[in-house]
């Protein structure tokens, strides 16, 4: 599937807003009117064209044992835990 998204190309060359957009900490009182003086101008952007990966759907099943849900591989119909197949964390 493609998509189309805006993707953020470069920021602004305000060094403090730079600093702060990099994860420098900086005190909102500093940074709010650097912002609204920048207006729209914060960031440039550009549209492109992405390719997402289709994800293959999963198959949800009642276990025939428990009746509990799980995600089912291939043709199963006991869940992980009834095949103690279940990893522990």
Same mark, same amino acid.
């Given at each position: 599937? +493609?998509?189309?998204?805006? *993707? ?8 403090? #807003?730079?600093?702060?957009?990099? @994860?420098?900490?900086?005190? !909102? $009182?500093?940074?709010?009117? $650097? #912002? ?5 101008? *914060?960031?440039? !952007? ?7 990966? *289709?994800?293959?759907?999963?198959? +949800?099943?009642?276990? $025939?044992?428990?009746? $509990? ?7 199963? *119909? #006991?869940?992980?835990?009834? @095949?103690?197949? #279940?990893?522990?964390?």
């Amino acid at each position: 599937m +493609v998509a189309r998204h805006p *993707v953020i190309i470069k920021q602004i060359k305000d060094p403090k #807003l730079h600093a702060w957009l990099n @994860t420098e900490k900086a005190p !909102h $009182e500093d940074v709010i009117p $650097e #912002l609204l003086k920048a207006g729209d101008g *914060v960031y440039s !952007h550009e549209i492109i064209d992405i390719t997402i990966p *289709v994800k293959p759907t999963k198959c +949800v099943k009642a276990c $025939e044992a428990c009746g $509990e849900s799980f995600v089912c591989h291939g043709d199963a *119909v #006991l869940c992980g835990t009834c @095949t103690g197949t #279940l990893k522990r964390r």
